[in-house]
């Protein structure tokens, strides 16, 4: 299946300061990826879809300033939580969709805040 | 939006077949059935889908009932690395992003 990345794998950061997630589709090109969040022992909860080219659509409860959401290319979106605090921290995972039935995933990223 | 219910946990011998239940019974007839499975501290891996045929591939086989309210992933012969969380998500088309919603999926333990 079509390979999709994240950097960092993992990051610790102090509260208030701004952390910044890379999802890159390596073998595809992605007009279309999501954002989601995931709690311990939860299930992934959605946050947004990232459009290249195009303002993200939010799902309702999340915040569109605190957390930024930036596709400018069709390999690359980016999601940077500002002034994150303890209760941000979450694994964040990204997909991407390939075909229009077909959508894969990221291997996550572990954001830890102090 | 169409919701699924799968249960919580089930177990399975190593070797043996796993069949994952789901239902759907609020299904529409243009949304398709998705089949994800997530190891722990993974990303969701993709394993199949359907829409009112049964299906399979080298991972595991899809079968959806007649009236596509129920549908039953098969892993012919389970290992101890299918241990996950597997999901059953009915895609939500909304708005052009057709979008995966997931629920909280059926914990599947292979036991050797």
Redesign the interface.
């Given at each position: 299946?079509a390979v999709?990345s994240?950097h960092p794998s993992w990051v610790i950061c102090k509260s208030g300061t701004s952390v910044k997630i890379e999802c890159r589709s390596l073998d595809f090109q992605a007009t279309?990826m999501?954002w989601?969040r995931q709690f311990p022992k939860q299930?992934?909860?959605?946050m947004a879809?990232s459009?290249e080219g195009s303002k993200a659509?939010y799902e309702q409860g999340v915040e569109k300033d605190k957390f930024l959401i930036n596709h400018a290319s069709l390999t690359l979106s980016t999601l940077t939580v500002t002034s994150a605090h303890p209760e941000d921290s979450s694994?964040y995972?990204c997909?991407a969709?390939v075909k229009?039935?077909?959508?894969?995933?990221?291997?996550?990223t572990?954001l830890t805040v102090l | 939006d169409a919701k699924t219910t799968q249960p919580p946990s089930m177990d399975c011998a190593e070797g043996r077949a796993a069949n994952l239940p789901c239902n759907h019974s609020t299904i529409s007839g243009n949304e398709?059935v998705y089949w994800?499975r997530?190891i722990h501290?993974?990303?969701?891996?993709?394993i199949i889908?359907g829409l009112k045929n049964n299906e399979t591939n080298e991972m595991a086989s899809l079968i959806i009932t007649e009236d596509r309210k129920s549908s039953t992933l098969i892993l012919p012969h389970a290992t101890l690395r299918d241990t996950a969380v597997y999901?059953c998500i009915v895609?939500v088309v909304g708005?052009g992003?057709?979008?995966?919603?997931?629920?909280?999926?059926t914990k599947l333990t292979v036991n050797p």
């Open positions: 299946g999709v994240q279309t999501f989601y299930s992934l909860m959605l879809t459009n659509t694994f995972i997909s969709r229009r039935n077909e959508q894969f995933f990221g291997p996550g572990r | 398709y994800y997530q501290s993974q990303g969701p891996q993709y889908h999901y895609r708005g992003s057709e979008k995966l919603v997931f629920g909280k999926g």
